[in-house]
């Protein structure tokens, strides 16, 4: 029989993967596997922390292992590490699922790992985007943004369309035009005495979020307020 030749017509030598040992650890949620990697006289030992839950799935064994069965092992254990760095992140603050996967991905782990940790944190209900927005958005209101600006923010912060879409109901108690005139009256001395300086003035408020509509209900008040004093 021929033996085997890598690249350079020397003989390959035959790479054998044993699992040596199993050890549950973490109350239990975590499984220790020990490979031992050998190819002729070289020899290596691999430790891989793994879920339970995909220990069960992958059905190991102790014994001699496929490499298709130490690719899924070493997945198993890139998946559950990144899972661990995403709940540390949010054990710091808030995150959307989106932006979650970005920093765990930041922190070395590739995107599709990065993007299924995310997803498992957020079906196991860890990322409340819901609630998250809904935070994100009084903050807007308080810093006197309109919906545009708040509207901008959240996509920056990675929430998704289906949370994006309860925006007008978040918003639906808001009083945008009074928010457009106080913010009139903190910016501005007086109203604008000619175009030019109205131009300049409705610019600026539409970079802060608000429709021209908006705008010109909040210049009505306080031109309005202007007359009772």
Not at 20 to 38: D, M, P, Y
Not at 154 to 165: A, K, N, P, Q
């Amino acid at each position: 029989m021929t033996e085997p030749h890598d690249s350079t017509g020397e003989s390959a030598e035959l790479l054998i993967l044993n699992l040596v040992g199993l050890r549950a650890q973490k109350n239990g949620s975590e499984i220790e596997a020990t490979v031992i990697l050998s190819a002729g006289n070289k020899c290596e030992a691999r430790i891989l922390d793994i879920r339970t839950q995909d220990f069960n799935e992958i059905k190991l064994k102790k014994g001699t292992i496929t490499v298709e069965t130490m690719e899924r092992l070493e997945q198993a254990a890139e998946f559950w590490s990144a899972l661990q760095c995403g709940e540390r992140l949010l054990a710091y603050g808030s995150n959307t699922r989106q932006l979650l996967a970005r920093k765990i991905a930041r922190r070395g782990y590739s995107r599709r790992i990065s993007e299924l940790a995310a997803a498992e944190l957020d079906r196991m209900g860890l990322v409340n985007e819901e609630a998250y927005m809904r935070r994100e958005v009084e903050r807007g209101l308080d810093r006197l943004w309109g919906e545009g600006r708040i509207r901008n923010e959240l996509y920056t912060r990675g929430f998704g369309r289906d949370t994006m879409e309860l925006l007008p109901e978040m918003l639906a108690e808001a009083d945008l035009a009074e928010n457009c005139a106080r913010l009139i009256e903190k910016l501005f001395d007086d109203l604008p005495a000619d175009r030019a300086e109205e131009r300049r003035m409705i610019a600026v408020l539409l970079r802060y979020g608000y429709r021209m509509d908006e705008i010109r209900a909040a210049v009505r008040r306080l031109r309005e307020a202007e007359r009772d004093r």
